[in-house]
């Protein structure tokens, strides 16, 4: 549905976007991830056909976007970052027009803006100048606009930034209620929007896709990924020489009361660990847990210190 | 079908925008106080005992030097201002409706000023038996007169994301274009510069091709010569655009 091709940008000498491709299918939720300056915007921009590419395309839906804009246009529904729309125009007004460039007229228009103020919960500021209000509701006009007409392609950039978290969760609910019938591409540096909305996470770093798969998977790349924490109301030197000693424990992070066991084999660990515990009664354990990995961890090890 | 469509949306979404914020009932109020205090109290409308608008289209090169950069500048300025123009780019619409759509609205708009005189009009024709072939085709020089300020007007507007230089830039160059053909000017130069070059820059002016439409001629070549200043700095506005939209 949506497939990017070695898209690349320069501005003068600086190379912003550097060779980024990969392929989106419909029901598919793409996390698009990285530091702030990595690329992303400009990205989404040439996906969306706001910047000509210097190099590479995109084609939505079957349509290029260098060569046939409009029809690629067609078949996107795009969120700018910070939401740009016109302060003076009340959101019904706004619409309104949106669905006249979309193509209905008359009383499918005023249908489709119906449809859209009830479904993006607008109805109480539907009159309202959209200047007047609020990030929140503003971010919703400007989602509003993007998918009035039921795009298959639906691009977000950072469409929680500078929410509070009711308003968080509610455009997460609405991504996950679409997620099925649309091919969606989110940008975020909030990983935990990543997990808890995305099929798939790429990330991004000075122009470049540095890893591309599921959250799992990438959270399987931490360096903690099936560590064993052992809690413990009181830790002794005793203890950790022993737990440290354990064949497949490779690496023991020690704090507070509690261990972090990094493993050589995550299984057979656990089992070990577990043994252990078990044969030593005297022991105040009160909790044994694998570790799956944080995202936070593998984000900072691929993109931190460049 | 996608073109025509297009632009009337986008030119109607403008116009709307003009009438939903004070901007639009400031202009209309303001231009006609000061046309009919320029027309009644500085040329003396009354005494002159003419029935004759001359006095009254005078002002209108002048009046417009102020508004309508005025009108334009927030055009282009404002959309890249506000990011709304990243919105408007990845709608299904192209460079050329959207600066069309836009420059019609805003057309619109100085017609529909212009239209509000039509007072003077009926105190003229009360009074006295004006021509009014000279009626119509100044008021159609004015119209022109005011579209080609605009084209200029929208094409400094593309250039700067600040309305305020947008404004002062579009003064600037209008005041020139005004001025190159000004009788009063054409014959200072007259006196340093080669003829034909005062001949050059005097093609260039809006003054000549406004002031044969208040005789009450319109020509083609008047008419071609506002064209081409419009789809000039149309065109101007689209390379601006089309290279700093992002910027």
Redesign the interface.
């Known amino acids: 549905m949506l497939a990017v091709k070695n898209l690349q940008k320069a501005f003068g000498p600086l190379l912003a976007v550097r060779g980024v491709s990969f392929n989106a299918e419909q029901g598919e939720v793409v996390g698009f991830l990285g530091p702030n300056g990595a690329g992303k915007t400009t990205t989404m921009r040439m996906i969306t056909g706001f910047l000509p590419p210097t190099a590479g395309t995109a084609m939505i839906a079957g349509h290029d976007i260098s060569e046939d804009g409009r029809e690629a246009k067609k078949n996107i529904g795009y969120l700018p970052e910070n939401a740009p729309v016109y302060g003076d125009m009340t959101v019904t007004n706004y619409l309104a027009f949106i669905a006249e460039i979309r193509g209905f007229t008359g009383s499918t228009r005023n249908k489709k803006v119906d449809e859209t103020i009830e479904k993006c919960r607008l109805t109480k500021v539907r009159h309202q100048a959209i200047g007047t209000l609020s990030k929140g509701f503003r971010q919703r006009v400007c989602f509003a606009q993007a998918l009035l007409h039921d795009p298959p392609v639906l691009i977000m950039d950072e469409p929680t930034d500078g929410l509070d978290p009711n308003q968080k969760h509610l455009v997460r609910t609405m991504i996950r209620e679409m997620s099925a019938r649309k091919t969606i591409v989110v940008s975020t540096h909030i990983l935990e929007e990543v997990e808890a909305v995305c099929t798939r996470a790429i990330i991004i770093c000075n122009g470049a896709i540095i890893a591309n798969g599921t959250p799992a998977e990438l959270k399987a790349r931490s360096r903690l990924h099936g560590s064993v924490e052992v809690t413990s109301k009181t830790l002794n030197d005793g203890m950790l020489s022993k737990l440290k000693s354990l064949p497949n424990a490779a690496e023991a992070l020690v704090e507070e009361n509690k261990v972090t066991l990094v493993p050589r084999d995550s299984e057979k660990l656990f089992q070990e660990i577990f043994s252990l515990v078990k044969s030593s009664p005297d022991w105040p354990v009160t909790g044994l847990r694998t570790i799956e990995g944080k995202l936070d961890d593998v984000f900072r090890e691929l993109t931190g210190g460049r | 079908m996608?073109f025509m469509?297009?632009t009337?949306?986008?030119a109607?979404?403008e116009l709307?925008?003009y009438f939903?914020?004070p901007v639009a009932y400031v202009f209309i109020v303001v231009f006609l106080m000061l046309l009919g205090f320029l027309t009644f109290f500085v040329s003396n409308f009354y005494e002159i005992g003419q029935a004759d608008l001359r006095p009254f289209f005078f002002w209108h090169p002048w009046l417009f030097l102020i508004l309508v950069p005025a009108a334009a500048m927030r055009l282009w300025a404002e959309e890249r201002r506000?990011?709304?123009?990243?919105?408007l780019?990845?709608?299904?619409?192209?460079m050329t409706e959207a600066i069309l759509g836009k420059f019609l609205a805003a057309w619109l708009f100085l017609g529909l000023i212009i239209f509000l005189t039509f007072p003077i009009v009926i105190t003229a024709v009360y009074l006295g038996n004006p021509d009014k072939g000279a009626i119509i085709s100044g008021y159609l020089g004015s119209f022109l007169l005011a579209g080609a300020y605009l084209s200029v007007g929208m094409l400094t507007s593309a250039f700067t994301r600040n309305q305020v230089i947008s404004f002062v830039l579009s003064v600037m160059i209008c005041l020139f274009l005004l001025l190159a053909g000004w009788p009063p000017v054409t014959s200072m130069l007259v006196n340093w510069a080669p003829e034909w070059m005062v001949n050059a820059v005097a093609a260039f002016g809006f003054m000549p091709h406004y002031e044969a439409c208040q005789k009450g001629v319109i020509d083609t070549r008047d008419l071609a010569y506002y064209l081409s200043v419009m789809i000039f700095m149309l065109f101007g506005t689209y390379v601006v655009l089309e290279n700093r939209?992002?910027a």
């Open positions: 996608d469509r297009n009337k949306a986008i109607k979404r709307v925008s939903e914020s506000a990011g709304t123009i990243e919105t780019f990845t709608l299904p619409v192209t939209k992002s």
